[in-house]
């Protein structure tokens, strides 16, 4: 079962997949065109729209919970994993 940790980092690798092949699309689309933009020039050229909430409802979600009931919150989880990931 996958618990909320890993629900969010799969929907933030979706995320970025998306991003990243939404920005090789638009770069390759205009590559004849432009030399390799900056990282500047690529962040500007991102389409941005209005945050939508429809749909959203802040009661439906817990926070800072204990859902494996170890002792750690959520926030200490997300502590525990992202400094597992840079310290081996």
Same mark, same amino acid.
């Given at each position: 079962? *996958?618990?909320?940790?890993?629900?969010?980092?799969?929907?933030?690798?979706? !995320?970025? @997949? #998306? +991003?990243?092949?939404?920005?090789?699309?638009?770069?390759? *689309?205009?590559?004849?065109?432009?030399?390799?933009?900056?990282?500047?020039? !690529?962040? @500007? #050229? +991102?389409?941005?729209?209005?945050?939508?909430?429809?749909?959203?409802?802040?009661?439906?979600?817990?926070?800072?919970?204990?859902?494996?009931?170890?002792?750690?919150?959520?926030?200490?989880?997300?502590?525990?994993?992202?400094?597992?990931?840079?310290?081996?």
């Amino acid at each position: 079962m *996958a618990t909320r940790y890993h629900v969010h980092h799969r929907m933030a690798a979706i !995320a970025a @997949a #998306a +991003l990243c092949g939404a920005f090789a699309l638009t770069t390759s *689309a205009h590559a004849a065109d432009t030399a390799d933009p900056t990282l500047t020039e !690529a962040l @500007a #050229a +991102l389409p941005v729209e209005t945050e939508s909430r429809a749909g959203y409802d802040r009661g439906l979600f817990r926070h800072w919970v204990d859902e494996d009931r170890d002792g750690c919150n959520t926030r200490a989880e997300v502590l525990i994993a992202e400094a597992s990931l840079h310290h081996g």
